[in-house]
């Protein structure tokens, strides 16, 4: 059995996430099992989170694993000033592997680095959240039967937004076209755009986001305005709502065209979406926890073969 971590999303390959799209199939068919029967979870969340930890623990739960942890670091000796390197090591002599959220990037990257448990990286500041990108992989699997040559839209705080910066980096392998849409001041920072150029995937900028802007999307992926980045908040009540999406807004859309977001939102779907046949959020949210049992078992050395052979289905 071979540890893996899940740190960044732009080391997976193709296979790799079409195999771990099928596992996550398998959890959606059955969720309640007892592969991690024995072993412990460790949740450090140095940043707030309702859906990433809750699922992630549900997941664990629903795999048979206990589950330890902090959701505030202030509750925890971090408050002492023991160092990420310390508590890392400390938690590593308890838990079989640990899902962490930092605000500094690179934390999870670093916390690989050091510990002899399989890190899963659930959010580095405005750097990765891979966990949610296999999620979103599913879902947009789910809504449109594929992955390949889709058109996908982006829309928002693309500055600072993770999930589309991991978004990127996994779609290299399916020949999207993406558009991202954003004011100047939360544009897609150069380093994604040179990423797109050096592996040909094609992308146009738009700042006005109206009916025929998004009538060729296939997904329309919205994203909250994240506040806690900015150091400025005079520059964040400037484009706090710049962008909300109105059920009339959809007139145009095509019929397979689905809206997700990574939530939490704030205000930027407005509610009489919700019910609208192109939204498909809140069903994302819940595919968080089929994504995240397959990665579990992705770095624990639990197999694709290993789920579809397993006996322990509680049904
Ligand atoms: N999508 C996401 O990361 O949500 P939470 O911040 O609630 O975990």
New binding site residues.
Partial sequence: MENHNFVNIKTLNRDELLHLIEMAQEFEKYPNRELLKGRVVATLFYE??????LSFETAANRLGAKVIGFTDAKVSSVSKGETLKDTILMVSNYADAIVMRHYIEGAAQYASEIAPVPIIN??DGAHQ?PS?CLLDLYTIYQTQGRLENLNIFLVGDLKYGR?VHSLIMAMRHFNPTFHFIAPKALAMPLEYKAYCKKHNIRYIEHEEFTPDIIANADILYMTRVQKERFSDLMEYEQVKNIYILRKDMLSKARDNMRILH???RVNEIAYDVDNDPHAYYIQQ?KNGLFAREAIYCHCLGITLEDIRKDKTIIK
């Fill in positions: 707030p989170s309702t859906r990433t930890r659930a959010g959240h949610q999930t990574p939530l939490p949210a």
